[in-house]
């Protein structure tokens, strides 16, 4: 169920609707818009009891909200979600395409700091790297651990990026979570559903991968289990799903931008790299990617991909990233976006990794 509240309500009646919701025995999500704060109800099991709420003060109506995700969808709140980073200038969701750029695993500190810095001199604002990585195999390289979020702090420090990683289990999260600006939730933790509801009681964006099979409903609902914690700025990722198809690794689901976008405020990124497993094919994907709308690019991008620990076969050479900021920059207008080229950070900001700049 959803209150609609008044385009001239206080803030005081807001709150007072939020505290007659809880009494209920719900969970109340205002969500302000640009033209009036709606309030999500959650926390009931069939349909939720209305008590008197269409007669407090400044509500405009109550109605019941049909699809399965309810904060994750347009009926709570229409127009598209904005994620900004404190201090920062970058934004998720905006005008301005978003750009990660990095390996898939941080290898050392000379390897992350010679890809950061050429990703960097591209003009991406996110640097992304694995320190806790999710393999197929158990004896292959798992990540650094902690060294590997250290190090991305310290690129944080010297080249302003925002830092992406991502958190594979419960034990870890806190601690990504401490030196990450985006905290990945990965395709095979989509459907992690405690892994989920602790993402959802952080107040740090997160950036959920589709699992290897999900429907869009799955994905949506995955990103409500975030939401329905409190945690409002998950942002979508396209990484490609399985199919019988063998000249990539994954096929790449373009299709789920157009059909998320028409039903969710939620923003949504491709990641042309695992999407295809073949870095002769991340480029012309990542202008497809564009092309089709989405909110901006994750990609891997790796100096030396013959020798990377991971993920090399896809992993694009900086110049080859150069160029795709290129085409990006071009294709951006067509569909009335555009390409900031790094970021603008306030002094003091850029050294601090625990969270204390949000
Ligand atoms: C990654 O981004 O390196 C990764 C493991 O992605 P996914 O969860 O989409 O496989
Ligand atoms: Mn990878």
Known sequence: MLVVMKAQATPEEIQAVCDHIELLGYRAHPMPGA??????ITGNQGEADRGNLEELSGVA?????SKAYKLASRDVKEEDTIIRFAGTDATIGGR???IVAGPCSIENRDQAFAIAGQVAASGAQFFRGGAYKPRTSPY????LGLDGLIIMSEIREKFGLRIVTEALDNESLELVAEYADIIQIGARNMQNFSLLKKAGRLRKPVLLKRGLSATLEEFLMAAEYIMSEGNYEVILCERGVRTFADHARNTLDLSIVPAVQRV??????VD???????????????RAAIAVGADGILVEVHHQPEKALSDGPQSIYPAQFARMMDEIEQIAPIVERSLPRGLHVDAGVTGVHDGRTK
């Open 96 to 98: 301005g395409l978003a």
């Open 140 to 143: 292959a390289f798992q990540g």
């Open 35 to 40: 033209q009036r704060t709606a309030i999500g």
């Open 272 to 286: 042309p790299s695992h999407g295809t497993g073949k870095r002769d094919q991340v480029l012309p994907m990542a």
């Open 61 to 65: 109506e109550v109605i019941r909200v």
């Open 264 to 269: 969710s405020h939620l923003p949504i990124l």
